[in-house]
């Protein structure tokens, strides 16, 4: 390190100057551009996929309706649309922006150093990704339409055009899934050299903060559960393009052999997904109650408990998928397990929030509703891990539902939280704090005002992915169509409180007051540069140490109620 | 440019090193994925063992050897890279870089008889998966030998010699998942 502390300055200064536009915002290898660019694709592929929930929710509101902006839904358009909103959400929408988006931008900041370990590596783990987004989407203005298998892509619907009628979307949409993962298999590289090696002096295991363990350990969650699906990609690309029957029963293939693959996958993926969001609302909780954390150790080995246990759950997604009862058994006590953990950290947060001087800051309130609408995720969960109730519930509304109740707090929540917690770092402005709760309350009633009524509809039996009820008396009934009209009318009003969040985003950015480097008296080490941090964080020689924890918040022996982590004492 | 975070290690333990343990752990699971499929399969068809003995076991055999001397190669420069001998760790990965080409020359010669007796990718399952798993395994050969070339030509010239050490490792690993697939494909009858 004593070496590069007189030649970088110089070298980074003239860096600066020469940089073109492509460079600097195309081709940067700083790792805060590539949060944005990551961040950005996230958001546009999320405007993408709103946009088909917008129409598919028409078509069952309004059977055979002509959808404004869209046009007449056809049924392979519904199925097609369903498939890519789900895809879309989860591969490039939620991992971007919650892994990557924030894992690239919070990592080296919050570690005290001055980039990514490998920056080439993370800008081509961008560019896979890009390539990955554009591959998707050109699947969609292929002849044949884009892929309607569904989000899980089940065999033998995935494999065979002659099921699917989708030759070319279907193959493009397992190389966009598979590309994207090579994608995050590159940029966990730089998460992990750099959390662990790069760390400011001084900063011990127990001084990280808890989001970039939680981003470090879903970073190792996924390397460990992506690669089966990757072989099942690759067999899957054969079944569809060489002929191959790995997955065709009646030559010796078994399709139940995907639902496994996909699965060890597919649980541990939720926990990668979850945990970015849990480490950033304990940051935020802990901030805006002016308390220091609860139980950090406890949130930690709960995390790596639940990463553990996350690769025993998968098959509560097959208990009608034929799988041996005694085995449904054993994944209905693994599955009933997993929630212990999740509701500790529930209780663990709210241990914070007791007796702190909370401040209702935008933030604030994204973090206290991420605990409120998780919790109703996380409850519903239990019902479909009892094997004997899910036998019903099974593949109904009830299951999307839940995990809606999962995935919208962990996505959509996640998103704002840090968005508007960090957005004085990111942008040196300050957000408007009217327009940001008028956006928070305009998204989280319409929210529960979509979902609670699909829990009704799926207890009533209401099936997943069928494209117009008319043609099912008993779920034509004009009480259940009344229902799906509610639920989309509280889409709709969602949806078009999200152009306050632009609104306020564009304007804050523009108008914004200064937000000097640090506006919410935080203790990590990203507060303690300027805001926007310059290329290389801070200058060389002023690169921050480490004394004490992340959350010492109005401790007894201070004047201030913080007491940052780079201040000796 | 190299960034500061690059130069630290909190651990002890190099990035490099670190780095590339990454990627063996995501392939180590790329390769279980496929490999468990495939027992499965195997257990519950035990008629596959009437197509395992087409394999050709001797093509294989010499195969694993070639790989096996191929990583002393790679050990030998990775001995020459710590002792500062770019030159002589260059021309040690060339060798076993020719050993790879060797493997793939002989992989080439047994999968064009094969499939002019008949045994495609599509023959039968049993065949799918040979195809698949030793083509995977094959494309790891490729690329290794890609960025080995590389290394030696950096290393020809002094230039970063830690890189010699971090292609042994990956190269050892493309070894060890032969020596899974030669039994579990080849000699498993
Ligand atoms: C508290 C812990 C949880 C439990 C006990 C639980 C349980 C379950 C069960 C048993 C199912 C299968 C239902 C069926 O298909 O019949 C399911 C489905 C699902 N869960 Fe959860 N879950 C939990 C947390 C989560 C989280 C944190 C997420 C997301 C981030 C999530 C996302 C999903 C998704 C996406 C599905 C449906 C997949 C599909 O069929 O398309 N769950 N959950
Ligand atoms: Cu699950």
């Known amino acids: ?35 944005m660019q990551y961040m950005a694709t996230g958001v546009v592929m999320g405007l993408i996929a709103g946009f088909f929930a917008y129409a598919f929710r028409m078509q069952l509101a309004f059977p055979g309706m002509d959808v404004p902006g869209f046009g007449i839904v056809t049924p392979a358009d519904y199925v097609s649309l369903v498939t890519n909103h789900g895809s879309i959400m989860v591969f490039w929408v939620a991992m971007p922006v919650l892994l990557a988006a924030y894992g690239n931008y919070l990592i080296p900041l919050m570690c005290g150093c001055d980039d990514m370990v490998f920056p080439k590596i993370n800008r081509l783990s961008y560019q896979v990704f890009l390539l990955s987004a554009i591959v998707l989407v050109a699947s969609f203005f292929v002849p044949g339409g ?30 966009a899934v598979a590309l994207e ?40 969650l996924f390397m460990l559960s992506v690669g ?23 030559r010796g293939g078994d399709p139940v052999l995907w639902q496994h693959l996909f699965w060890f996958f ?29 139980a950090y150790r406890t949130i930690l080995y709960t995390a790596f408990g639940t990463g553990i246990l996350s690769f025993f759950v998968w098959a509560h997604h097959q208990f009608i998928s034929g799988i041996d009862p005694r085995m449904a058994h054993i994944f209905t006590v693994t599955t009933l397990l997993i929630s212990i953990p999740i509701a500790e950290m529930m209780f ?55 995990f809606h109740y999962t995935f919208f707090p962990i996505t959509i929540i996640g998103f704002y939280g840090g968005i508007t917690y960090w957005f004085p770092k990111m942008f040196g402005k300050m957000m408007n704090e009217t327009l940001g709760k008028i956006h928070f309350w305009g998204t989280i009633i319409p929210f529960n005002f979509i979902f609670i009524p699909l829990f009704f509809l799926g207890m009533a039996g209401q099936h997943r992915r069928i494209y117009n009820f008319e043609h099912f008396p008993e779920l034509a009934t004009p009480g259940l169509q009344n229902i799906r009209v509610f639920a989309t009318t509280a889409l709709l009003i969602m949806l078009s409180f999200q152009l306050v969040f632009f609104y306020n985003f564009i304007t804050s950015l523009r108008k914004g007051k200064k937000a000097g480097k640090n506006p919410w008296k935080a203790n990590t080490l990203e507060w303690t540069t300027e805001s926007p941090p310059p290329h290389g964080n801070w200058p060389p020689s002023e690169l921050p140490s480490v004394y004490r924890p992340p959350y010492e918040y109005s401790h007894p022996d201070r004047e201030e109620d913080y007491w940052p982590q780079n201040v000796p004492n | 440019m190299r960034p500061i975070a690059n130069t630290r290690d909190v651990t002890g333990v190099p990035t490099g090193r670190l780095a590339i343990w990454w990627v063996i752990g995501s392939e180590i699971v790329i390769f279980g994925g496929l490999l ?10 035990p008629g ?73 990718i599509t023959a039968n399952t049993f065949w799918s998966f040979y195809y698949t798993a030793a083509g995977l395994h094959a494309c790891h050969v490729i690329a290794g030998m890609i960025v080995m070339l590389i290394v030696a030509a950096k290393a020809r010239r002094g230039v970063d010699l830690h890189h010699v050490e971090l292609i042994g490792i990956y190269w050892h690993f493309v070894d060890v998942v032969w020596i899974f697939l030669f039994p579990l494909l080849y000699i498993a009858k």
């Open chain 1, 348 to 402: 663990v947060y709210i241990a914070t929030l007791y007796g702190g001087s909370i401040r209702f800051t935008t933030p604030m309130l994204w973090a206290l509703a991420f605990i409120g609408e998780f919790l109703i995720g996380g409850v519903t969960g239990i019902f479909l891990g009892a094997s004997g109730a899910d036998i019903y519930l099974h593949d109904t509304y009830f299951v999307l539902a839940h």
């Open chain 1, 1 to 35: 390190m004593a070496v590069s502390v007189g030649s970088e300055p110089t070298a980074h200064e003239d860096h600066h100057h020469e940089q073109s536009f492509w460079s600097k915002y195309v081709f940067s290898t700083d790792h805060k551009v590539i949060a």
């Open chain 2, 36 to 45: 468990a499929s495939y027992l499965m399969y195997r257990l519950a068809n």
């Open chain 1, 181 to 220: 993962f090579v994608a995050f298999l590159l940029g966990g590289i730089n998460f992990i050299t750099t959390a662990m090696n790069s760390r400011a002096p001084g900063m011990k295991m127990y001084d990280i903060p808890v989001v970039i363990w939680m981003l470090l350990i879903a970073s190792i």
């Open chain 1, 266 to 294: 597919g649980h541990p993926e939720v926990y990668v997904v979850l945990l970015p969001t849990i480490g950033l609302t304990a940051d935020i909780i802990s901030v805006f109650s002016r308390k220091k954390l609860f």
């Open chain 2, 48 to 120: 596959w063992a009437g197509h395992a003995a087409h394999t050709n076991v001797v093509a294989g055999g010499f195969n694993t050897f070639v790989l096996l001397t191929s990583s002393l190669f790679a050990v030998l420069a990775h001995q020459a890279a710590e002792a500062g001998n770019g030159k002589k760790a260059a021309k040690l990965l060339i060798a076993t870089t020719v050993g790879g080409l060797i493997f793939l020359t002989v992989k080439g010669f047994e999968w064009t008889h094969e499939i002019q007796l008949g045994y495609t």
């Open chain 1, 228 to 250: 089966p699906l990757i072989a099942a990609a690759i067999m899957l690309l054969f079944d569809q393009n060489l002929g191959t029957a790995f997955y065709d029963p009646n």
């Open chain 1, 146 to 175: 884009g892929f309607g298998g569904a989000w899980t892509a089940y065999p033998p619907l995935s494999a065979k055009a002659e099921y699917n009628l989708t030759p070319l979307g279907s193959s493009l949409w397992v190389l």
